[in-house]
T-cell receptor, first 113, second 114 residues
Framework: DQQVKQNSPSLSVQEGRISILNCDYT??????FLWYKKYPAEGPTFLIS?????DKNEDGRFTVFLNKSAKHLSLHIVPSQPGDSAVYFC????????????FGPGTRLSVLP | DTGVSQDPRHKITKRGQNVTFRCDPI?????LYWYRQTLGQGPEFLTY????????KSRLLSDRFSAERPKGSFSTLEIQRTEQGDSAMYLC????????????FGPGTRLLVL
């Protein structure tokens, strides 16, 4: 039973356009969420996070939105660049519970030049 | 490079053999995590240490798996009597006391059990 779901295994976007990656979770105890990016042959790299006390967090081209009532979060990348092509993982944690994250299966983003 | 390092990067072994992986975290990080990732899935939590103490183990961590962090610095993950189902990428991550919510991952050790 997956507690963190990323229902789109892959996504293709034109360079310069917006990329929107979605994530849904089922455990209402989760209150801290992160996005990681992974290139081939490398470990995941932290991208951006959000606590449940917020509904939006922005860092440069990356914005994460959280809808707690819908148990849904999304990552927006604007504008998308070819270097953004990677697998993106959504992760969740019940804060204070050792921060052992539960990861989604990932979405492969391809940004086409 | 002061990131998380893992050794070896690749390991091929025969079923029934024991294997040991090493992780060197970022030097000032007191928390160290082990994850396993299989194809098409995200990383799955296995265990974590705070300094030398192993504070939590997932039920995924069978009794064939053992992890140590004897001096609170590097960690080892040993798998005894490997099975084909153990084939996966084993990822190590670390985090600091000041920012425990952000984990920094190593490149992983890819294990193939024949």
């Amino acid at each position: 039973d997956q507690q963190v779901k990323q229902n789109s295994p892959s996504l293709s976007v034109q360079e310069g356009r917006i990329s929107i990656l979605n994530c849904d979770y089922t455990n209402s105890m989760f209150d801290y969420f992160l996005w990681y990016k992974k290139y081939p042959a490398e470990g995941p790299t932290f991208l951006i996070s959000i606590s449940s006390i917020k509904d939006k967090n922005e860092d440069g081209r990356f914005t994460v939105f959280l809808n707690k009532s819908a148990k849904h979060l999304s990552l927006h990348i604007v504008p998308s660049q070819p270097g953004d092509s990677a697998v993106y993982f959504c992760a969740a944690s019940p804060e204070g519970y050792g921060q052992n994250f539960v990861f989604g299966p990932g979405t492969r983003l391809s940004v086409l030049p | 490079d002061t990131g998380v390092s893992q050794d070896p990067r690749h390991k091929i072994t025969k079923r029934g053999q024991n294997v040991t992986f090493r992780c060197d975290p970022i030097s000032e990080h007191n928390r160290l995590y082990w994850y396993r990732q299989t194809l098409g899935q995200g990383p799955e939590f296995l265990t974590y240490f705070q300094n030398e103490a192993q504070l939590e183990k997932s039920r995924l961590l069978s009794d064939r798996f053992s992890a140590e962090r004897p001096k609170g610095s590097f960690s080892t993950l040993e798998i005894q009597r490997t099975e084909q189902g153990d084939s996966a990428m084993y990822l190590c991550a670390s985090s600091s006391l000041q920012a425990q919510e952000t984990q920094y991952f190593g490149p992983g050790t890819r294990l193939l059990v024949l």
